[in-house]
């Protein structure tokens, strides 16, 4: 059983646009929701990070999308770049710093020069 | 800045062998974990520790053993490999004294069994 469900499992998109990756989690428990970004040959590193009090964080080009209700959660990178290439993961935790994360599918991203 | 060290990169097992996938980290952290890392399901926990000998299973445990006998060190051992034990392992730390609840992964640990 996935807790948490990430789409779509690869995207590309123009060097400039939009790049969104949505994730879907069942657990109401869940209190700490982080995106990893992983280059190849390289371990997962995190990115960016929020928790259900908050329905937005931004940081740079990067933005969580939080919504509770739905139990939902997105990653939207903006003005996307050659650079940010990789395989993006959402997560979910209980009582976040435990180190157990549920990770999502994974979605491999390539922005096109 | 070494953070957290996986050995061996790469491995290659026959059916049956046993063998240890070494993991230690030098930021003192409390927690470490494994995870492991296959096409389209993400990354999975293996086990995890909170602290020196105290260990616990994560979501897909059977087949591995671990130990933690210092902060600094948390082996995992395939106590038997079989084929579906393919794949790329990470270890993981990180501290309660996190306000983001950042894991540090080290580069990984890929194993095949033919």
């Known amino acids: 059983q996935q807790q948490v469900k990430q789409s779509p499992q690869s995207l590309i998109v123009q060097k400039g646009g939009i790049s969104i990756i949505n994730c879907a989690y069942e657990n109401t428990a869940f209190d700490y929701f982080p995106w990893y970004q992983q280059f190849p040959g390289k371990g997962p590193a995190l990115l960016i990070a929020i928790r259900p009090d908050v329905s937005e964080k931004k940081e740079g080009r990067f933005t969580i999308s939080f919504n509770k209700s739905a139990k939902q959660f997105s990653l939207h990178i903006m003005d996307s770049q050659p650079g940010d290439s990789a395989t993006y993961f959402c997560?979910?935790?209980?009582?976040?710093?435990?180190?157990?994360?549920?990770f999502g599918q994974g979605t491999t991203l390539q922005v096109k020069p | 800045n070494a953070g957290v060290t996986q050995t061996p990169k790469f491995q290659v097992l026959k059916t049956g062998q046993s063998m240890t996938l070494q993991c230690a980290q030098d930021?003192?952290?409390?927690?470490m974990s494994w995870y492991r890392q296959d096409p389209g399901m993400g990354l999975r926990l293996i086990h995890y520790s909170v602290g020196a000998g105290i260990t616990d299973q994560g979501e897909v445990p059977n087949g591995y053993n671990v130990s933690r006998s210092t902060t600094e060190d948390f082996p995992l051992r395939l106590l038997s490999a079989a084929p579906s034990q393919t794949s790329v392992y990470f270890c993981?730390?990180?501290?309660?004294?996190?306000?983001?609840?950042?894991?540090?992964f080290g580069e990984g640990s890929r194993l095949t069994v033919l």
């Open positions: 993981a730390s990180s501290t309660r004294a996190s306000n983001t609840g950042e894991l540090f």
């Open positions: 997560a979910a935790s209980i009582a976040g710093n435990t180190g157990k994360l549920i």
């Open positions: 930021m003192n952290h409390e927690y």
